[in-house]
C-alpha cells in the first residue's frame, strides 16, 4: 500500500510508457520526508514546440497516461492555477491522486510552480528550457514532502523511473508537433 502512495507521490505528471528514455538522466533524493528530483532531457525540436507541449496543461491529459483531467482553472497573464486529477498505478495497486498548482511562466525559458492543494505538499518545482551544445534540454528540479511515507531505497528508485518515463511521453509529444510543423 505504500508503494502505490509513493506513486502517487511523483512530480504533477507521469507515465507508463513511452519511446527510449536512455538519455534522460533523472536523479531522485529522500531527505527525511521530503524528495528531490532532478532532470534532464535532451530533445531534438524548436525551443517554441518544447515551450508549447510544456505549457499545454488543457492538453496534457492526451499525452500523459495518467493524467485523466488537466485544465487551466484561472489565469491572469503569465500566472495560472492548474488542476490536474489521474490515477497512479503499479502492477495491481492504483492510486487516485487530485491537485492544484499555482504556475509561472517565463516565456520560453521557466516554468515555476507550487503545489496549493494536494497530495505532495509542501511542494515547488521548476523546470528550464536550455541549450547545450547544439542541443536543448529540459531540466527539471523539484522537491515535495509526500503525504505518506516513502521507503528510503525503493522510493527512490520508483521514482527515478517513473520520472524518466514520464519525460519520455513528454518528448514524444514535443517530436510529434516537431515532426507535424
Avoid at 90 to 115: A, D
Amino acid at each position: 500500500l505504500a508503494l502505490a502512495a509513493t506513486l502517487a507521490a511523483w512530480p504533477p505528471v507521469d507515465a507508463l510508457a513511452a519511446g527510449d528514455t536512455g538519455d534522460i538522466v533523472v536523479h531522485a533524493r529522500k531527505d527525511g520526508a521530503t524528495i528531490t528530483v532532478e532532470v534532464d532531457c535532451p530533445v531534438d525540436a524548436p525551443r517554441a514546440v518544447v515551450w508549447d507541449v510544456l505549457t499545454d496543461y488543457d492538453g496534457m491529459a492526451k499525452f500523459i497516461s495518467n493524467l485523466e483531467q488537466s485544465a487551466v482553472r484561472m489565469r491572469m497573464g503569465d500566472r495560472m492555477q492548474v488542476h490536474q486529477k489521474g490515477r497512479a498505478s503499479r502492477g495491481p495497486l492504483t492510486f487516485p491522486f487530485e491537485r492544484v498548482r499555482e504556475v509561472e511562466l517565463i516565456p520560453q525559458t521557466e516554468i515555476r510552480s507550487k503545489m496549493i492543494s494536494g497530495d505532495t505538499m509542501p511542494a515547488s518545482f521548476t523546470t528550464r528550457i536550455e541549450v547545450a551544445g547544439n542541443r536543448l534540454h529540459i531540466v527539471h528540479t523539484g522537491t515535495y514532502t509526500p503525504s505518506i511515507w516513502v521507503p528510503p531505497v525503493v522510493g527512490p528508485a520508483l521514482i527515478e523511473m517513473e520520472t524518466r518515463k514520464q519525460y519520455g511521453e513528454i518528448r514524444d509529444e514535443i517530436v510529434r508537433r516537431a515532426t507535424a510543423r
